[in-house]
């Protein structure tokens, strides 16, 4: 296995040698280091951690201290892996020298690589002032969890034509901004494929079909440890959340009956 540590320019030089990059996402240390072991490129927190790991039902209520905490816990475990930072809602979108800050408190307090923002337009300009001060940024279009109530829902977003070239124009304009990686999120895979082919950053997809350069999962949901919603593009690997239960039951029926602890 390549023990080098993935960085942004290597990110970059898979795609242009054809190598797929591996992404999961991670909450804490015992996360960091199994990527790190398996060999994943990149370590994602995200803010999904809101929904399988505090519990809420949407990532909006997830804070720049979530962030942080999580994030330096992963960074204490993925040496290898790249370990990405997501920026929570309201952290970049309100003031461009607040999101700057928030970006560099994300890398220098917490450990992370780099930083990922949701949105196209206005986000634009955001990532240009981050990757100014020398952090390195991945964008976020498509189905963009953030704005879950502007978009009616987690839907695929791209199916118009209108739609599609908004995404497109959007894509063109985050690497324009000097990203150097972005996560395509339902969208159809003939749209991913098309914008895959237009960019030289690689394009990481979710639910956006096999033509990416990069597939990206919520771990929860690959391990069938998040059983309230699981996306229909998902590959399930692992069954954790039985497995877990027969274990935990195990345990309760043999504390109830004394037998264990043994003598
Ligand atoms: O928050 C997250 O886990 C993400 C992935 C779904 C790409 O942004």
Redesign the pocket.
């Known amino acids: 296995m390549d023990v080098k540590p993935v960085t942004a320019p290597r990110l970059i030089e898979m795609k242009s040698k054809g190598e797929k990059i591996s992404v999961l996402?991670a909450y804490d240390y015992a996360w960091g280091r199994l990527i790190d072991e398996a060999g994943i490129d990149v370590a994602?927190v995200?803010?999904?951690l809101g929904m399988v790991v505090l519990g809420y039902d949407t990532?909006l209520q997830v804070t720049m201290a979530d962030m942080l905490r999580h994030t330096a816990a992963v960074a204490r475990g993925a040496k290898r892996a790249m370990v990405v930072a997501?920026m929570p809602f309201l952290s970049y979108q309100v003031d461009d020298d607040d999101a700057v800050m928030n970006a560099g408190r994300l890398v220098a307090e917490a450990g992370a690589q780099a930083v990922?923002l949701e949105g196209g337009g206005p986000v634009a300009e955001i990532i240009e002032r981050i990757v100014n001060v020398g952090i390195p940024v991945w964008g976020?279009v498509g189905m963009t969890?953030q704005s879950v109530h502007q978009l009616g829902g987690y839907k695929m977003q791209g199916k118009t034509e209108e739609n599609a070239e908004r995404i497109k124009k959007e894509a063109l304009e985050i690497e324009q901004a000097g990203a150097c990686a972005i996560?395509l999120?339902l969208i159809p895979a003939s749209l991913a494929k098309e914008i895959t082919e237009m960019l030289t950053i690689p394009t990481i997809g979710?639910g956006a079909g096999p033509y990416c350069d990069g597939q990206?999962l919520?771990t929860h949901d690959m391990l069938g440890m998040y059983d309230k919603f699981v996306p229909s593009f998902v590959k399930q690997y692992a069954n954790l959340w039985e497995a877990t239960l027969k274990a935990f039951k195990a345990y309760n029926r043999d504390v109830k009956s004394g037998r264990f602890p043994s003598k």
């Open positions: 996402t994602l995200g803010d999904s990532t997501d990922k976020h969890p996560v999120e979710i990206v919520v």
